[in-house]
């Protein structure tokens, strides 16, 4: 149990580590919102490499923790519906074993934008929310896909698949 | 499990390039616009016609509509997104101030 404390611990530290690399790099002038998804490297070593649950427990801690040192209240709604649509679909996928550790993580990345797109549509009210959403979609596959291609390398590691068994 | 599946590689250039049409061709279906509608906390603040140049100050923004294009001037929002926005003309487009829950569209 301590071990699991422990690993899962370090997984969310690397998972905020990520947040607050990504909030250096602001790709704001493409679309409100927009970033690199980092954080979600960790996510999916832990759903590819070990299961959901664990998956899912270190994205909501991040959500949870990101929000109350980088964001605000608005912004966790944004992160929370995200994170929750994006590993819905990623879980699915994963069982399916139809695409790769990169092909869950480019889905993953276009869910979570879309799942944000629309809960801004309904938090302000307005359709013009949707004028972004084909950059949302490409900046979601791209991101998606070297994240998920970092994930599949790292994957491969003998220290990674040791701590992920623990 | 794999990193690369061919489904993988054939989602991915599905969406990038489903978006990026999207991107490119949206302006061009896009009709000008005639007026610019302000709205602040999803309540309407104002409408205001593209062809007249005038100076619009909200509590935390400031929009500018001239030579027909609509921009954010200045905000006091943490990260300025919607003042780094270029200038919108077309029906449908917007600049919006998440922070401050403005929102300027053109119809």
């Known amino acids: ?166 | 499990m794999k990193t690369f599946k061919k489904a993988d590689i054939i989602i991915l250039t599905a969406a990038v390039a489903i978006s990026a049409a999207l991107i490119f061709l949206l302006p061009a279906v896009l009709k000008t616009g005639t007026v610019a509608v302000i709205s602040v906390n999803n309540k309407e603040y104002g409408e205001y016609p593209l062809n007249k140049d005038v100076t619009i100050m909200l509590p935390g923004n400031t929009v500018i509509i001239k030579n027909g294009a609509v921009r954010m001037e200045s905000a006091d929002c943490p990260l300025g997104v919607c003042q780094a926005h270029a200038p919108i003309t077309k029906k449908g487009e917007s600049i919006i101030c998440l922070p401050n829950r403005v929102i300027v569209e053109i119809g």
């Not at chain 1, 995200?82 to 139809?98: E, Q």
């Not at chain 1, 549509?121 to 970092?150: E, N």
């Open chain 1, 1 to 166: 149990m301590a071990k699991k404390i422990s690993v899962y611990g370090l997984q969310l530290a690397c998972a905020l580590v990520f947040s607050y690399v990504e909030f250096l790099i602001p790709l704001d002038f493409i679309a409100p919102g927009i970033k690199l998804g980092l954080a979600n490297a960790v996510v999916i070593i832990l759903l590819i490499g070990r299961d959901f649950k664990s998956a899912l427990l270190v994205n909501l801690c991040r959500v949870a923790l990101s929000a109350l040192l980088f964001g605000s209240a608005v912004s966790l709604l944004y992160s929370l519906a995200g994170a929750l649509v994006s590993m819905a679909i990623m879980v699915t996928l994963k069982k399916s074993g139809v695409f790769g550790v990169a092909g869950i993580s480019v889905m993953g990345g276009i869910a979570h934008n879309t799942a944000q797109c629309v809960a801004a549509r309904i938090m302000i009210g307005s359709l013009g929310v949707y004028y972004y959403l084909p950059f949302l979609l490409l900046s979601g596959a791209i991101c998606g896909a070297l994240v998920g291609a970092a994930g599949g390398t790292l994957l491969k590691n003998k220290n990674i698949i040791n701590l992920l068994k623990i």
